[in-house]
């Protein structure tokens, strides 16, 4: 089995430097309970920082640290000094990403310094994974903080099997346009063979940022980067599921229960357990209490909301103000509503180790869990696996990616207060058959994808996209099989040329009749065409008008409007079938109000079809209303005889039936040829592809999936290999 690579911004170890002595501890977190969950199957390793600025140690501790980590815990640290640690993690992980991605833009800072400091220490953790890394090795790059590496990595090892997962959010393109760098970030990212998000949403605005900002498209999540195969998916994280479920057997956890009921009483409790975070809606979570007790005072005394707000980046100006904010808000609660025996609002400003955590949720009638946003949000899923008596209501923000797994939950709004006021009446009321129905259900849900289900599925997906990279490179038109090729040319007979224009021939061009073929061009084809015993076919979209203009001058077949106009060398144009265009009255109308909806859009028309032009569009834009006249156009042409069709750029709608394939039969169908070569390079050349005899040389230009035998990275190398042939 191949040797996994663990990267992340922090080691799942922790160093202590007490009484001049380095004390380490394993960590306890959902990815280090991942990696050990397959640590059977991988020779498994990990590379992060220590956690200790390298200013801080002695020589001799920095090697201790480094012996230790390598020998005890099979790890191998980065090291960073306090500067990076301020400029890289709490200056722009923390003050440009972390607001961004969350679309608190109004917190984000863009200051060029930060940025460089970020790109440096990804340069320093790649640096670390070229010591460790061998041939073989899968490297899985984890989170925000690393987002250059997969490319650094790339650079160094082209040949490395690179997956990513981020775990927070990834922000709309419209939030994403607003970083100066934000290119940057997408490309390192897209040098990854496997890009995980924890739900389609996430996944969604990245393949949505690519097109817009790279131009870059995909099909079903699968993106064609250069010469690469580069897949984005989904992949919800789970938790350690039984760790969670037995804790009520462990004797610490069942005291800890005890001691909390006993200082209870026969109160209600409802649990809001978060890092204190602005993206975590604890102000607006109590906001909703303190409305709660307001406006229904029969709680008075009777509910009890436990608030665990655990320490975060305290360095950072808006976390000290949220501090301080949370801080006189359970004041002001507690002083309004509180009695001489109750506490309305119990605050815990600190880390709560798992044995303290557990027996809040097991205790918990209720958990409020209301972010603003949040990539997944695991206190849910920790929740509802305590509940081995199926007893306790989860209250979840719609905008946690945990919700749209937890569906039983009570979905809330975090910004409407009435809602999350509703919700907890609702919740405090619940017959205990509706709640044990509803956890039972996202229980077994959460058992059958837990923590281990999610990193098996990630590497299994991961080794799944490189075996389809290496299908598609496997198809490449090698130098040896080039060299068949030529050589059946030359020693044929008789030989058909099938060649697509656009893409193939030609690059694309913003106003399709502004890509007419150069002198060179044309006097390739003519020496092709000139062969003896040689059939030269363009099979192209383009209307007859403009080809009979283009290649008057040569002796070649042509097709015409993806196969509804066929013309012979030396002949007419002709069509495959009696065609009618009567329909283009009420499709015209549909297209004039999608170019008026779409500035750089145009629409094209041919004798038997119309075209939707794009090029020109914002690539954002262009996919919104392309899927949308798509829709629009699949609905209305049910009941006429025509058909919708998507190319690169386009859309076009013609008559059922007509196609390339189609009209290339009849010269393929025409004699036994001794030689037939096809060249396309998109959806509509598939059609030819699939029509050729087995033994025909087919071509498609780029990687992506295709019916052809072959594939050529480039337009450049087809014409190439149209030069070697016309030798």
Known sequence: MPRLLTVSNRLPITIEKRR??????????????????????????????????????EREEKEEIETRLVADFNSYPVHLSRRDVDMYYRGFCNRTIWPLFHC?????????????????????????VMEVAEP?????????????????????????????????????????????????????????????????????????????????????????????????????????????????????????VERIRRRIGERKIVISIDRLDYTKGILQRLEAFDLFLEKNPEYIGEVTLILVAVPSRTGVEHYRMLKKQVDELVGKINGEHGTLGWMPVWYLYRFLPFDSLVPLYIVADVALVTPLKDGMNLIAKEFIATKTDGKGVLILSEMAGAARELGEAIIVSPHNREMILDALV???????????????????????????????????????????????????????????????????????????????????????DRASPDDALLALLRDLADRPRTELVIVSGRGRGILDLWFKDLDVALVGEHGAWVKERSGEWETIEPLNNAWKE????????????????????????LVWHCRRVDPQLASVRGRELKETLTHLTASLDIGVLEGSKVIEIKSAGINKGRAALRWITRQKWDFILAAGDDRTDEDVFGVLPRDAY????????????????SRAEVIDLLRELAR
């Open 20 to 57: 001049n002595l380095l004390r380490f501890r394993q960590s306890v977190g959902g990815l280090a309970t991942a990696v050990s969950s397959f640590q059977e199957s991988y020779d498994s390793a990990w590379i992060g920082w220590c956690g200790t600025p390298l200013d801080r140690l």
């Open 104 to 128: 608190f833009t109004q917190y984000a800072v863009y200051e060029r310094d930060l940025w460089e400091s970020y790109r440096r220490v990804n340069e320093l953790f790649c640096d670390t």
């Open 136 to 256: 073989g090795d899968i490297v899985w790059i984890h989170d925000y903080q690393l987002m250059l590496l997969p490319g650094l990595v790339r650079q160094r090892m082209p040949d490395a099997t690179i997956g990513f997962f981020l775990h927070i959010p990834f922000p709309p393109f419209e939030i994403l346009r607003l970083l100066p760098w934000r290119e940057d970030i997408l490309r390192g990212l897209l040098e990854a063979d496997l890009i995980g998000f924890h739900t389609f949403d996430y996944v969604r605005h990245f393949l949505e940022s690519v097109s817009g900002l790279l131009g870059y498209e995909h099909t079903l999540g699968q993106i064609s980067v250069g010469n690469r195969v580069v897949r984005a998916e989904a992949f919800p994280m789970g938790i350690d599921y039984g760790r969670f479920a037995g804790a009520a057997d462990d004797a610490n956890v069942h005291r800890e």
């Open 426 to 512: 609702e919740a405090l009321n619940m017959p205990e058959e509706e709640q044990i129905e509803r956890n039972r259900t996202m229980q077994r849900r959460l058992q059958r994808y837990d923590i281990a289900r999610w990193s098996r599925d990630f590497l299994e997906g991961l080794l799944h996209t490189k075996a389809l990279q290496q299908d598609l490179a496997a198809r490449r038109l090698t130098d040896e099989a080039r060299r068949v090729l030529v050589d059946d040319y030359l020693r044929s007979g008789s030989r058909l040329l099938l060649l697509d224009y656009d893409g193939t021939l030609v690059p694309f061009s913003e106003r399709p």
């Open 586 to 609: 009420e499709i015209r109308p549909i297209l004039e109000i999608h170019v008026d909806r779409t500035p750089g859009s145009f629409i094209e028309e041919k004798e038997f079809s």
């Open 698 to 713: 087919s071509v498609n230009v780029g990687l992506r999936p295709s019916k052809a035998r072959f594939s050529l990275d």
